[in-house]
């Protein structure tokens, strides 16, 4: 794991600096901390070349007014899309999206200037609205911490993925939520079994669903159906057709949809649907349930058409979920950055479409007693990131983002040392042409004391070594007795002597040293996803230089 130090001492002049939101509060108790480990605070006298547009789209954004000029800029801006939403149940989920990515850049980036839009996102018009106006009036970053149970095939196609890559091709870098259904989705061929029913794993051709004992007694459970019949146009229907089941585990009916899927919808018709989806949320006591798919059109083929079940609800368990494909609309959209949660096991991804390109911590805190994590966050943490990026290089591409900052295993590398040679260091990497990053069997203390500058742990020839990009004796005030002295740290702190006295360290003593003259650190993205074959970032911020 890369470690960075950068003590309080270090940021205090950051937070100086005049600006016209440098007051602004704070939502939440650890965005100081998630700059620092991210690596913002190389940004901390960066301003863009021209005010950078910056949108972010969600379902609701209730209490929003009330933080404007408070934990949101007194210049931000709101959308609302030509469907009303009805205020008793909006919600505020893109409100805390809204505090992260403006709490992170004020508290990071203070002399940046952007403009802040809120987009009422929620429902399909709203959503095509919101991006049409993002493409027209070319914004720079797009924030979507959502995905949708149905619109999409989970391959990038569909119309919710037809409208946002609306907005990608008009130049502005999307950032996708991985979403939180990675242990509630099925994924599977649609074949019949018995009596027309599709063959799933569970008893009874089902997929077995449990409500754990809670302190209501009950769970709320939402259960989503789709197949892949998805078309880019929202018009178009389909006329494969299938049923949704939710029974107890004495067979008994507890929920039912039966929507007939229709390409055209005659005017008047009741209980149809362009769709290939069918919803049922209903309430059901502790214990073991089973979703089931009744097909009801001969038109399926077994070969290329897919079914998928998304379960979600407090205290509600999917007990045959899939593993590797449990993305959804419009996170499995090549053209958009898709971030999942390094630290929630419901975060989702596809080995298939090696998604998501970057994993990034998700803990946000509250208060003592509140944190919430998901990947909503990881995303919005990394849109603040890729704005900066952005106020570096204006013309910066997804695919350059994503190189620069290590995604699935990228090349990108930090930039060349300026240290001594390693000829006289006596040392080499392991690897051909860069230093590997690795970790240390514990991080000394004593590490703390280096102020203004970053850390990394890396491999090489004489066991792990601590590189700074600065002189490590110059940032702890120390003089050298002669000029190849090593400066080591061991348990209880700091010491000094002559490299040629200590070719190879003992065990649990560690050099620190300045990064070597012209040498690199290869790719951040070099720790492994959830799952083999996908590797992700834990979002390190490159140095402002490296992106121009």
Known sequence: MLKRTVLLLFLAP???????????EKAFKNLRQIATD???????????????????????????????????????????GPVSVDAKTEESHGLAMAQIVSGLLTEAAPRLTYELHLFSAFGFSNLKSAVETVARDKFDVVLYSQVWEYGGNGDGRGFVNHVVNQAAQSGALWINAAGNVGNGTYRGKIEKGTDDWAK???????????????SKNKCMVRVVLSWNDFSDDSETGTDKDLDLVLTDDASKIVGTSALTQMKQIPEGTAGASLYPREIIQTEVKPGLYYVRAKIRSSNFDKKHDELRVTVSGDFVQLQNASKGETLLSPADNENVITVGASDSEKSSFSKLYSKPELLVPSEIIVSEDETFKGSSNSAAITAAGVTLLKAVQPKLTR?????????????M???????LPLELLGFGPTSRNCFKLTTLPFYPRALQELIDTETFIVETTHGPKIFTTDDPFELLGRDRVDQDDMLIVRPEG?????????PFLPQGVFEVVQQPAGQTICS????????DGVYASHLRMPRPTDVR
Do not use: W
């Open 14 to 24: 950051v937070l100086m600096i005049p600006t016209a939101d440098a007051a602004q």
């Open 38 to 80: 991210a690596g913002f605070y190389n940004y901390r006298s960066v301003t863009a070349r021209r005010t950078l547009k910056v949108a972010i789209l969600d379902n609701g954004f209730k209490g929003y007014e009330e933080q404007i000029g408070k934990t949101l800029p007194s210049d931000t801006q709101y959308h609302a």
């Open 200 to 214: 799933l794993p569970g008893a009874n051709n089902g997929v077995a669903v449990r409500c754990q004992k809670n």
């Open 399 to 411: 695919t350059r983002v994503l190189a620069l900052l290590g995604a699935n295993g990228g090349a």
């Open 413 to 419: 590398p930090l930039g060349e040392g300026a240290g």
């Open 494 to 502: 700091f010491d000094q002597l002559p490299r040629s006295s200590q």
């Open 524 to 531: 951040r993205g070099t720790n492994r996803g959830p799952i």
